[in-house]
């Protein structure tokens, strides 16, 4: 794909050398988002983030990645402070909004909502998740965080081992991670769920077809043997008919320190789309990992900002000036570096 | 009235002067708003956009405007999220508030709030809304608009022909419009309602008593004819006694493209305050018009913003400045030009 | 306490010469606040402003004292837009915000949460207030006002004769003042309240032991007699068990301008920490004291915009370079200054 002033509403949209190219830029936007220097590249311009729908991570993160190449953000974050209330089409949504930015980002509870407003929108619009659908910057931010973590191994995507972990049928950010690894070669999944749980077939079709390997899986310490990377889901509570029949399925597979120590290579990777469910009914991932160093769940989410920092430099045609409007950061930045693997 | 340090509450405060002068430096801001140029005249100062009633269109509109003046902004969304709920006066909120910001754009449920707000503020107030009563800005950038569509026809608001459309009762805006329009000469008005939602007989009076001409209508297809613009509106469902009430009158006026090419003159400018109603039951405005160039509604949003970054630049007593603060724009922007007429 | 890069979670933490200093730094922002000039020096730096319970006041407060900064300001303002409420913990809440951000300030309702909160943070946290426990800058703009009112009239802390009334036992702003003002020599305290609503023993015998002289009083009319301020608190009905239970204090006392005049020296300064409740049967401190120079009340917001630039100054080390990054104000600063005592 072309960057420039282009839509990002869907992994789909990714070629391999897309993938590379946002990661390169990503990794050039590590200075700014740590605080080693600040660039005003984008001041000026103005970030729509349109969030019909909760969410306080994913909202911060994209306004925060903006602020952070010198723009300003203008946001909204409830459906009910909406038009839509009165009947007004996501056409005409879209129309306005956009006469009103140079670039928005937009999160509603509908499949597809995001692309429809993109149709009419005036400037290019992300899909900051569609309801169950696509959420394509989550999934860049995990495959980069898989790239980062895998590097410091002396590896590459390219051969890994990588064990899905949970609610693999709901799961919005373990379907577009699949399809990501997908334009690598060689990857070898264990996808590891209880059966009624299962990851649908089209998405297991789909890594065959493209030569990967594919394990399926219903044991959890079966599931978690020899891979680099375990990434574990929490139990898409919201997407079940009912909570009584989300509740059995909560706390059935718990990755924690000894199930590590017992069950995993040394060194394996743990990541997680985030948040992790710490009820201590469910707890599918304990916090009595948080000092093992080869916890990447907030490596993951600092790498957030890097990857919406890149697309938004990427779209808006500034890749290159980044560095051209750099200066130094003047005030105290006690921010202390998660660990590295 | 003299802009510098004014509150603007009520379309009565205008003369025709003072709308020209508007207009002016509305038209000033264009290259900013089409991202030919920034410029960063009001860097430092802070904008109180006071929202205490949902709304997402105006309360971005406004603060895009501040932003594209090279402002900050400071929001609040909810009237819940307010001291007004532990028995605070509106006297003590304005004192507050007024003491963070330089200026205050209040939106309200409550008829007078606002210029009760603005009485005790310590810095210009801009009445955002304030229920059914005023919503100056709206007005303003819907007049702006048809000064802009009759220009690009060669006319002027003088002898201006325009046929307003559905729920005359209970529109604000059409009230607002009705009031700056009447600062004009010549202007002939068709008010076209069922005989319930008629205008109310104090604005009718008011445009006769200042010498321009007044039908009334309950035809579409007759109200329709022999116009310049045709100004349609939704009915205000929030102000009927019962939504059995309102239902009566949902879906009975409806212009669409087969109407439009029967009854209306060539090029017959059509305009909404928007939202417009594009659920099945209602689509006083169809959306088989959207491809119609005379469609002005979305010409109307994108002129708002120069509407209200004129009104900042006027209160604050920047608008010759704004050139001299201006640099080029460096990202790409994607932004389309809205179809001229 | 060193500032730099250091939470600010209770007034505990305070020292009389780190209060001194925050007041000393408070009085240079005074031309910024008051639009002398601006300064730009946190241009390019990030405020999380995370606000898990409803306020519009405190949130707007920190965000200006930022902007006035020259930095940028992200939000969150509803505990149900939060990861919270699928049960993430507050420690991974905080590790994934602390990366967005260069200093957050948080609210919550609930004890401790800050403090558990800041554990697990990455950068400086400033406690907005949880729940009923602290709100330091609360306590501090308060006392700077204080100050600056006695400061007014040729006086010091050291030997002032200040009357607390109203609910004290659950009022979390009184406490933190008297804990502050427990860091000077000499004060003399009247604790007036219903005899179910005093102050807790403890806040007593602290401010005793450090030599402080303490009277409890149950009579508005005695307790308002020979002090140099009035510190006037609604009851904190949100505390009490049914509203039942908190309506029998409603209307309790009752300070207005004829008891004023009748009971209390002349130039005795009015305080209150907002909202104060201004429905009839409340009205704790009466509208009619509006006009009267003496009423501090909106001095004592105005002042806690100093006094949270203040804090960020000081926490991230740019105290000494505020003034070299001062700019002259280009737009027209209607602000009147409030009336000085």
């Known amino acids: 794909m072309i960057f420039k002033g282009s839509h990002i509403l869907s992994t789909d949209q990714f070629e391999r050398a897309d993938v590379e190219r946002i990661f390169e830029v990503a990794a050039e936007m590590r200075p700014y988002a740590q605080r080693k220097r600040i660039t005003r590249v984008l001041s000026g311009a103005i970030l729509g983030n349109m969030f019909f729908e909760p969410s306080t991570r994913t909202r911060i993160s994209f306004g925060c990645a903006f602020n952070l190449l010198g723009g300003e953000v203008r946001e909204t974050t409830e459906v009910k402070a909406s038009s839509l209330a009165k009947g007004e089409s996501l056409h005409d949504t879209a129309r306005v909004l956009s006469g009103y930015s140079d670039i928005i980002v937009m999160r509603h509870p509908e499949v597809g909502s995001v692309a429809e407003f993109a149709e009419a929108s005036r400037v290019p619009v992300i899909n900051g998740g569609d309801g169950p659908n696509e959420h394509p910057s989550q999934a860049l931010l995990d495959l980069y965080t898989v790239k980062q973590e895998m590097s410091a191994r002396g590896r590459d995507i390219d051969g890994l081992r990588i064990a899905l972990i949970g609610d693999l049928k709901n799961g919005r950010a373990v379907h577009s991670l699949c399809k990501l690894l997908g334009l690598f070669s060689g990857v070898q999944f264990k996808l590891v769920s209880p059966p009624q749980l299962e990851a649908p077939m089209a998405i297991v079709s789909e890594l065959l077809g493209k030569g ?18 375990l990434y574990v889901t929490r139990t898409q509570e919201e997407r079940f008919e009912s909570q009584e029949e989300a509740d059995q399925y909560r706390g059935l597979f718990r990755v924690n320190q000894s199930i590590y120590t017992e069950h995993c290579e040394p060194n394996t990777v743990i990541m ?51 560095h051209n409007h750099a200066q130094p950061v003047t005030w105290y930045t006690a921010k202390r570096k998660p660990n590295l693997p």
């Open 212 to 229: 990967h390997k594919v394990e399926v899986c219903h044991e959890l310490e079966e599931g978690i043997h020899h891979v680099d990377i």
């Open 272 to 322: 997680h789309p985030l948040p992790r469910d710490s009820r201590s009914a469910a707890k599918e991932l304990d916090d009595d990992l948080n000092q093992n160093p080869n916890l990447a769940i907030f490596r993951q989410t600092d790498n957030g900002v890097l990857v919406r920092m890149a697309l938004f430099a990427l779209i808006l045609d500034v890749a290159e000036e980044v």
